[in-house]
Structures are given as C-alpha cells and as structure tokens.
C-alpha cells in the first residue's frame, strides 16, 4: 500500500513539473511574440514612412529659385522610379535568402538582428544622402530588412503557435492561438503602415528638422532600440523551429502538409494577384485624381490617409468575423467579393466607348481646322466645323477661354496630345463620388484577403517546416511590389489615362482567383492526419 502512495506521488511530482515546464514555456513564447509583434510594427512602418517625401526629395533642384521650395538632389524621374523598385528587389532577395537560412544551422535570433542591422545601415544611408544613389542604397537596405523581418514574422508565428496549441492540447480544427496570433501580429503592422504618413505629416511642420533626411534618421535609431530589445527579451530555444540540414539533399519542403500540394501552389499564386492589385492601385490613385479630378496633390495625400484608416477597420473585422466562429476561407471569400466590387466602382465604364477627346468632328492634322480673327487672335466660332476636337471639347464644356497659342501656327497633332489634358479634366466620366467610394472598399477588402490568406496558408502548411515556404510566400508579394506598378501605370498611360484598363485587367485577376477559390474551397480546409497524436 506504501508503495503505491509513492508511486502516485511520484506520478502527481511528475504531472506538477510537466506542467510548471509547459507554463514557463508558453510564457517564454508569449515573451517572444510580443517582440515579434513590434518588429512587425516597425517593418510596416519603413514600407510608408519616407513615401510622402521621397519624389520631391529626389527630383527637387540642389538650388531652388523658389525661396519656399526645399532643396532637393535634383535627380531625374527615372531615379525616383528606380527608389521604388529597388526597395521590392531587396525585399524579394531577403525574403528567400532569410527563409532559407532559418531552416538552417542559424537561430532566428540571430536573423533578427542582422535584419535590424539591415535597416540601421539602409537609414544612414538615407539620412546622410547627397545624391541620388544614396538613397537607392537606403532604400535597398530598408527592403531588405521589410523582406527579411516579413518571412521571419510569419515563420516564428506559425511554427511556435502550432507548438503552444500542442502544449495546451487544443484542438488543432478549433483553436483560435494561431488566428489571434497573426491578428495581433497584422494589427501592430497596419498601425505602423498608418503612422508612417502621419508621422512624415507631424514632423513636416516642425520648421528646424530636414523633411527629406529625417525619416532616414529616425529608421536608423528606431532600429537600435529595436536590437536592444530583441537582444535583452528575445529567448530562442533551438527546438522552436523545424531545421533542415544544409547537407540533407532530398526535397522534403512539402513533407507534413496538409492540404494537396496544387493548394499551395493556388495559394501563392492568388497572394501574388492579391498583392498586384493593391501596388497598382496604390500607384494610380494620385494620378487618377490629378488626371481625371484635376485634385492637387495635397488633397490626394488626404484621400489616401483616409483610404490607409479602413486597413485597422478590416483588421478588427476580422478580428470579430473569427470569435463569431466564422472560418477564414468564408472571410477570404467576402473579401475577393467586395474587391470585385471595388474594381466596378473604379472603373471608367463610359470610356469603353472610345475617349470622348475623340467624339467630336475633326482631325487635330486637318489643314484648315480653325479660322481665326487675326487682329484680336479669338477664334472665330461663328462656324464650328473647321474647329478642332480640342476646341469643340472647351465650346462642350463651356470654358470661356481659347487655346493659348499662336494663332498664326497650325495646330498639330503635338498640340492636340498637350489639350487633352484640359478636355479630360473637364469631360470626366468617372464619378468621384463613386471613385472614392471604390477606394475606401478596397483597402477594408485587401487587409481581409491578405492577412486570412496568410492564415490559411500558414495552417495549410500543417506540420511542414514554414521556412522555406513562408520565404516563397513573401517572394510573390516582392514581385507583384515590384512590376505591378509597372504595367498598370503602361496600361493606364495606353487608355488614354482612363481607369477603365488598369482596373479591368486586375479585377479579371482577382475574378479568375474567386472562381478557382470556390472550386478548391472544400480542399482548401487543413486535414491533421496526426490529429489524434497532438492531442494525446
């Protein structure tokens, strides 16, 4: 008898400590994320912080005429153009060269750190620019350190949530650990996102501080304290992440998923559509309003600060959609629908007809296309058939001012491009209402297909190592980034700078998206094969 009250003490010795282990574990994970989390903060931040200045930093004359305007490095437009790209190069080559290296014989802390360190040396670089491939350097170091903190977020949260679900033998099909995780995660990401342009907005009034350099100052310091904290907090076991030798030459990424293998596939696939419509939009909205509502570019800087306030709205949506049981692919779902949506309200509709530049009598190359009052220069508009297009169009829109130029000359078809500005500005089609409208859908629908697909993705990767997989995950976001603007701005430019084109290719992808979503959507559900083990 005595002997078996010592062996149930014994036993009830063992559960204690077990379970005192397993606390201080979840614990020390719980430590961890809440690092995590303000690194992904600041990596959200560096994507915003220097875009409301950058353009004018670059393309500003070193000696300006104007005493009000800032002197810039008075670059071309084309290194303004390159600034944007490299920024995606770099976070492309980071997120496969951090990926592959986590899964390696490295500790993510150490990863965190060179990160951080990416970013201290991109703002230096930017802070002391004085010509133009300086900030190129900064911005490429920021990139690498958005790209490299992006992946290694993504794979600390997915493999240590699956690891504290086990610990806490929770229904891999139920809990909720892994969701509130990267919600919390994105939340502290859009906030940053956020507080870029309205930190650059708050500086930008303070008259002793440089507009252009400063945000390079503050990456730079923001980026020590945030080394200091990693350093100080962060306590990395190396069982917390699945490792893969560097001399193992079998292929086993895909080992442990648990969805098809052509899932994964559709799922990069559909983040990569996903993060095309967003670099687009997000690099015609201001010409869109300049070209189409002649709106300046400080009022197109307020509608793109209250298009970032509905980003923390989706966010919380979400939050609520989930603790209401809502699975994430019916969230995903009403996401891709209310994009669509926002595509249609976006789109140019009338301008499918032809530019209506073009839908009055005339050719600009026609010989005798106006007739003019030579002693006051007016045009005779008593007979309109000799008019040009370009004329008509400021008759039609009730201007009472000609064209300003020689009336001795002959209009050419140069001349007729340069008018056509004026006659879009006052012949829109597009409603502004109805535009704005569009935008604000959009950015509540992007974060809720973005971060429930980068859910599903992390759950449908099951017990495979994130590494490697996260790191292509974040390479397909990198190249959408990265040419996206490229061909939406050549389409936009070929539709005579008309919504319609742009809007319609990325909106025909995100419908071939929907349509393939809804025909995976019952495989798209994880199924735990070890289901049974994880909770024993």
């Known amino acids: 008898m005595q002997e078996l009250e010592s062996c149930a003490t014994n036993l009830l010795d063992v ?35 220097t875009l409301p200045s950058q353009h ?13 305007e800032r002197p810039g490095l008075g670059e071309s437009e084309v290194y303004f153009s390159v600034s944007i790209g490299i920024f995606s190069i770099g976070e492309l080559i980071a997120s496969l060269v951090f990926s592959a290296l986590s899964s390696w014989h490295i500790k993510l802390k150490h990863l965190m750190l060179f990160g951080l360190l990416l970013l201290v040396i991109g703002g230096l670089f930017y802070g002391l620019a004085e010509y133009g491939w300086m900030v190129l350097v900064g911005r490429f170091f920021q990139g690498l350190h958005l790209g490299g903190q992006s992946t290694l977020f993504r794979i600390y949260i997915g493999e240590t949530s699956n690891t504290v679900r086990d610990i ?18 994105f939340a502290f990401g859009t906030i940053g996102l956020t507080a870029g342009p309205g930190l650059a907005a708050i500086i930008s009034q303070i008259p002793l501080v440089d507009i252009f350099r400063w945000s390079g100052w503050y990456l730079a310091f923001h980026g020590v304290i945030q080394m200091v904290i990693v350093l100080v907090v962060f ?38 559509v996903i993060n095309c419509m967003f670099a687009a939009t997000e690099t015609l909205q201001n010409p869109i309003l300049a070209d189409n509502f002649g709106m300046s570019v400080k009022w197109a800087s307020y509608i793109f600060l209250i298009s970032l306030f509905f980003f923390p709205v989706a966010v919380l949506a979400i939050f609520i959609q989930q603790r209401k049981g809502m699975d994430n692919r019916h969230i995903f779902l ?17 301008s499918l007809s032809g ?33 040009s297009p370009c004329e008509l169009c400021k008759m039609h829109s009730g201007d009472p001012h000609h064209c300003f130029f020689n009336p001795q000359s002959r209009i050419t078809n140069e001349y007729c491009n340069d008018c056509r500005p004026f006659c879009r500005s006052k ?10 409208i569009g935008v604000c859908l959009f950015s509540f629908s992007f974060p809720q297909v973005r971060i429930t697909m980068t859910i599903m993705y992390s759950d449908a990767l099951g017990s495979a190592s994130q590494s490697i997989m996260q790191g292509l995950l974040i390479s397909s976001e990198a190249i959408a980034r990265a040419t996206a603007p490229v061909w939406g701005d050549a389409a936009y430019v070929s539709a005579n700078y ?3 084109l742009p809007i319609l290719l990325l909106g025909g992808m995100l419908f071939i998206v929907l349509v393939i979503f809804s025909i995976l959507f019952k495989r798209l559900k994880p199924h735990y094969c070890c289901k049974s083990e994880l909770l024993t």
Not at 17 to 43: A, G, P, Q
Not at 427 to 436: A, E, G, I, P, S
């Open 15 to 49: 559960a204690s400590c077990s379970r005192k282990r397993d606390s201080d574990e979840t614990k020390r994970y719980r430590r961890n994320w809440i690092v995590i989390h303000t690194t992904s903060f600041l990596m959200m931040l560096t994507n915003t912080i």
């Open 56 to 68: 004018q930093f670059i393309t500003n004359p070193r000696h300006p005429e104007d005493p009000k």
């Open 168 to 185: 806490l033998r929770e229904d891999p099909e139920k809990s909720q650990l892994k969701n509130t995780n990267f919600l919390i995660g």
């Open 235 to 272: 306590q990395e076991n190396w069982s917390d992440l699945k490792r893969t030798s560097i001399t193992c030459r079998r292929l086993s990424i895909l080992n442990g998923i648990a969805v098809p293998s052509y899932c994964i596939v559709f799922m990069i696939a559909a983040f990569f």
């Open 334 to 350: 009403i996401g891709l629908i209310l994009g669509l949506v926002a595509c249609v309200l976006m789109t140019d509709w009338q």
């Open 355 to 387: 530019d209506p530049c073009d839908q009055f009598s005339g050719h600009c190359n026609h010989q005798n296309m106006t007739k003019f009052n030579l002693t006051s220069g007016d045009i005779n508009t008593n007979n309109t058939s000799f008019l």
């Open 427 to 436: 012949l829109h089609t597009l409603n502004f209402v109805q535009f704005l």
């Open 498 to 500: 008309r919504t319609y």
